[in-house]
């Protein structure tokens, strides 16, 4: 029995979201303890695998709503995760629906919420995360509307977020789908869906994606992830929680998730991965909660995953214990990476050539990226030996210098972890 199987009856007794507040606190914390670090990757059994690695460490993320301020990202970083997705946030700091607004349904193994996008708003997000930036894992962010805006002006609502945060994210993501929103999910239209996409290409490079709800119809649905692919989105997070109440014995307000909502997610992952499997970066989350589920996804053709309602059930090994179960049943099938197995039940062949086609398209890119490359770390040499001529000055002139050749290699570092997370390199990119 693991270490948090034993807390868990413990702070199962405690109200969810008081629970919630603690184990915020102790992850808000930690970061500042010497060794902090080395413990969790401890507790978390320090997954880090050669076989998996694409250019996520893993294809595991954690789901946006578990750490909506970015105070727990640093830490969250040590759990095991191949990425991290942060928010809900919004532009205006919300407080959320009034309390209790998190609920267990433990023998269903599953939760119910109508947080209503409690956040500190999209200005103070950034400078939070900035305090531990760069991460070690790709971060998303997730961006939502403020309850107080008007449908009509939603698109200057997301735009207005999205450019506070434009720095601190790997990958962004629209939430048109969180029930708790009034009218949230009516944004679930072509048109809105065209404008919102346009709007991100304006100010950004980095893969934007659309979160979308199960409680969608499948016609409907297509058709909205079409206009979003076409309009510039580099995916789609399938999904958000249901409003179907028929799936827990005794409902309470707000989207349900978990166990529950696993049949509903895998029949949209079905879906798009159907219509759009190569065209787009599909993540799947929803009832996931061990490996046979990550790797039946990823068979569908998801690229990657995401956790939330299971790592609440199972706590920090979540990760590693899917993690280390993955590679035994790549190996089982003769699989030497993830990316080879992404999309295999879409029909055996049509999945490989699809598979091999990216990898070529991936080994153009590749060179073109080593041939810029290429370039740049000629300048950084370059920069370097001008560093090292100037050692013999005084000893501020030597710091500013260093400071400026530390700043490009940084940038540098972020750039290509960015990539990391672009559509090409995610979806197909077998290990290295
Ligand atoms: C307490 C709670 C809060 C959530 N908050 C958000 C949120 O702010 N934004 C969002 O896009 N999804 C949110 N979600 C939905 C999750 O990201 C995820 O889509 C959903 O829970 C299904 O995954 P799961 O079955 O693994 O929990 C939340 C879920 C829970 C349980």
């Excluded at 790709?138 to 977020?161: C, M, R, T």
């Amino acid at each position: 029995m693991s270490l948090y199987q034993k807390i868990r009856p413990v702070l199962f007794k405690l109200d969810p979201e008081r629970a919630h507040s603690l184990v915020k606190a102790v992850l808000h914390k930690l970061p500042d303890i010497p060794f902090a670090d080395d413990l969790l990757l401890k507790i978390s059994g320090g997954y880090k695998s050669d076989k998996l690695k694409t250019d996520f460490y893993n294809p595991v993320g954690l789901a946006a709503g578990f750490d909506k301020d970015g105070e727990m990202t640093k830490a969250l970083c040590a759990l095991g995760f191949g990425f991290l997705e942060l928010g809900t946030i919004t532009k205006i700091p919300q407080a959320g629906n009034p309390k209790p607004r998190l609920f267990r349904h433990i023998d269903e193994q599953s939760l119910q919420n109508e947080m209503g996008f409690n956040n500190c708003g999209s200005k103070e997000f950034s400078l939070n995360i900035q305090k531990h930036y760069p991460f070690s894992i790709p971060i998303g962010v997730n961006i939502g509307k403020n309850k107080d805006v008007q449908i009509k002006d939603s698109l200057y609502n997301y735009e207005d977020a999205l450019k506070d945060v434009l720095k601190v994210g790997d990958y962004y993501v629209f939430n048109l789908s969180s029930p708790n929103t009034p009218k949230l999910r009516d944004l679930q239209n072509e048109k809105f869906v065209k404008e919102l996409f346009e709007m991100a290409k304006k100010h950004t490079k980095k893969p934007v994606f659309l979160k979308i709800a199960p409680d969608i119809e499948i016609d409907k649905m297509l058709k909205v992830c079409d206009s979003a692919l076409s309009s510039g989105a580099s995916g789609i997070v399938a999904t958000n929680t249901t409003v179907d109440y028929t799936l827990v014995a005794s409902p309470r307000n707000g989207g349900i998730s978990g166990e529950v909502l696993k049949q509903k997610s895998l029949e949209i992952l079905s879906e798009l991965t159907k219509a759009f499997f190569g065209r787009g970066v599909i993540m799947s989350v929803g009832g996931i909660s061990s490996a046979r589920d990550v790797y039946e996804r990823m068979q569908m053709g998801a690229s990657l995953v995401q956790v939330y309602t299971a790592f609440i059930y199972e706590g920090p090994t979540l990760c590693s214990t899917i993690n280390k179960e993955l590679e035994i049943f790549l190996k089982a099938d003769g699989f030497s990476n993830i990316g080879e197995a992404v999309g295999v039940a879409l029909g055996k062949m049509k999945g490989k050539k699809k598979y091999e086609k990216f990898q070529e398209k991936d080994k153009k890119e590749d060179k073109e990226d080593k041939k810029k490359k290429g370039k740049k770390d000629k300048k950084e040499d370059k920069e370097e030996s001008k560093e090292q001529k100037e050692s013999s000055k005084s000893p501020a002139t030597r710091a500013r210098t260093t400071t400026r050749t530390r700043t490009a290699r940084t940038t540098t570092t972020r750039r290509t972890t960015t990539r990391r997370a672009s559509t090409k390199s995610t979806a197909n990119k077998p290990a290295q």
